[in-house]
C-alpha cells in the first residue's frame, strides 16, 4: 500500500475554485476521510488523487513518487463509485475477474484471486449470478470485489454507500471498516455523512467552500473544534452557540454574558468584539442555583435520553439530558456549564479562540 501526500492542491474551473491550497498527508495503511456538505471540493479533491482529474496547481505524491500530471492509470489506484458502476450484462465472476482479465493475467491466477476475494467478501454463493438481480448490499461488495481484486497501492471511494437504504449503510459501514483492518489498505473515502465518517475514519478532513477547515482523528474534530462551522457541521444535534459582546483579555478565564459570568478556558489572546459561546448538548446541565437562565420551549424523548429546547438571552439551546429528568414546557430551569467543555469563538471569522479541550488549536486549560 503507499503514503499518499497532498501539497498546495488547488482546482479551478474557469472562475470557480473548488479547492483551494489543500495541504495533507495521509499515512500508509490509515482510513481517511473527506468529509464536508455538496459542493465542498471533497470529490473534486478525490478525483484529482485517482487521476480522474488534473489540478490547477499543486503536487500529489504516492508511495513517494509525484503523479499530480499523471493519467488515473499509471497511478495504481482503484476507484469505488456511489452507483456501483457494474458491467450488467456479466455475472458476478465476470465482473470481479475483468480487471485482471484485461491485464492479461493468467486465467488460473485469476480464479484464485477472484476466489479469494469472494471469501473475503463474504459473496461466493453469488458468484455465478446475474449482478441485475442482486440487493444493492450485494452490487455494492462486487464493485468492491472488483477493486480489491487487483490489489492496488490505494482505494478511492466516493460515497460508496449513498445509494444504501439505512439499514444497509450501518451494515456496510461496518464490513467496510473490518475488511479495511484486515487488508491494511491505504483508504480515501468521500462521503457528507458526519456519522460515518466519526464511525469509520483514522483521520477526518473538514472541508467547506473548498477550504480545509480542519485535519485531525475523529475525537479531535468532535471535542477541538478550530470553527464554528466544524463545530456545527460536527454533532447531532450540533454544538450550541450563544452571541454576545465582550471582552477577553490574555490571561482571563472568566467572561460577562448578559450580566452573568461564565468561567471560560484560558484565554492566550486578548479580543474585543462580538464573542461565541460554545457548548455540546451533552454538556449542559441542569441546576436551580445556577445564574444563566431560560425557558423549556420544547422536550424530545430518545429512550435513554432526551433533547431539551431552551430559550436563553443569548438565544436557543439544546441540552441532552437523562430521560427520566422531570422537564416541562414552560419552566424557567438554571443552565450550568464546565469551563473544561467550552469553547469561545469569534463571530465575525468564525474560529475558535480558545477551548481547554482545544489544546493546540489556538488555546488551551
Do not use: W
Not at 102 to 107: A, L
Not at 135 to 153: F, M, N
Not at 240 to 267: C, I, Q, S, Y
Request: charged share 25%.
Amino acid at each position: 500500500m503507499a503514503e499518499i501526500v497532498i501539497e498546495n492542491l488547488r482546482k479551478e474551473f474557469g472562475d470557480f475554485t473548488a479547492v483551494q491550497s489543500s495541504s495533507f498527508r495521509i499515512e500508509d495503511g490509515e482510513f481517511f476521510m473527506l468529509l464536508g456538505p455538496s459542493g465542498c471540493g471533497k470529490t473534486t479533491t478525490l478525483r484529482m488523487i485517482a487521476g480522474l482529474e488534473l489540478p490547477t496547481s499543486g503536487e500529489i505524491y504516492i508511495d513517494g513518487e509525484e503523479v499530480a500530471n499523471r493519467p488515473a492509470s499509471q497511478r495504481d489506484i482503484a476507484f469505488v463509485f456511489q452507483m456501483f458502476a457494474l458491467y450488467p450484462h456479466m455475472n458476478v465472476r465476470k465482473n470481479i475477474s475483468y480487471p485482471l482479465i484485461s491485464q492479461g493475467m493468467k486465467r488460473a491466477q485469476v480464479k484464485a484471486r477472484v476466489a479469494e476475494v469472494a471469501r473475503i467478501l463474504g459473496i461466493e454463493d453469488i458468484l455465478d449470478r446475474p449482478v441485475g438481480g442482486l440487493s444493492g448490499g450485494d452490487r455494492q461488495r462486487v464493485a468492491l470485489g472488483r477493486a480489491i481484486v487487483r490489489e492496488p497501492k490505494a482505494f478511492m471511494m466516493d460515497e460508496p454507500l449513498g445509494a444504501l437504504d439505512a439499514e444497509f449503510r450501518e451494515r456496510m459501514a461496518e464490513e467496510l471498516r473490518a475488511l479495511h483492518d484486515r487488508m491494511g489498505a491505504t483508504t480515501v473515502y468521500v462521503t457528507h455523512d458526519q456519522l460515518e465518517a466519526m464511525q469509520m475514519g483514522d483521520k477526518i478532513v473538514v472541508m467547506n467552500h473548498g477550504v480545509i477547515e480542519q485535519f485531525g482523528v475523529p475525537q479531535d474534530i468532535y471535542d477541538k473544534p478550530a470553527s464554528m462551522f466544524v463545530a456545527d457541521f460536527i454533532g447531532s444535534p450540533p454544538m450550541n452557540f450563544l452571541k454576545f459582546p465582550g471582552v477577553l483579555a490574555r490571561g482571563d478565564r472568566a467572561v460577562r454574558m448578559h450580566d452573568v459570568e461564565l468561567g471560560v478556558p484560558l484565554a492566550e489572546e486578548g479580543f474585543r468584539g462580538d464573542l461565541v459561546f460554545g457548548v455540546r448538548p451533552e454538556h449542559v446541565r441542569f441546576d436551580d442555583a445556577a445564574a444563566y437562565r431560560g425557558r423549556v420551549l420544547a422536550t424530545e424523548y430518545l429512550g435513554t435520553t432526551q433533547i431539551v429546547t431552551v430559550d436563553t438571552e443569548g438565544g436557543q439551546l439544546k441540552v441532552r439530558a437523562p430521560s427520566d429528568q422531570r422537564v416541562t414546557v414552560g419552566d424557567q430551569v438554571g443552565l450550568a456549564f464546565d469551563r473544561r467543555t467550552i469553547t469561545l469563538f469569534e463571530a465575525a471569522s468564525g474560529r475558535a479562540l480558545c477551548s481547554e479541550l482545544n489544546a493546540g488549536v489556538l488555546g488551551h486549560g
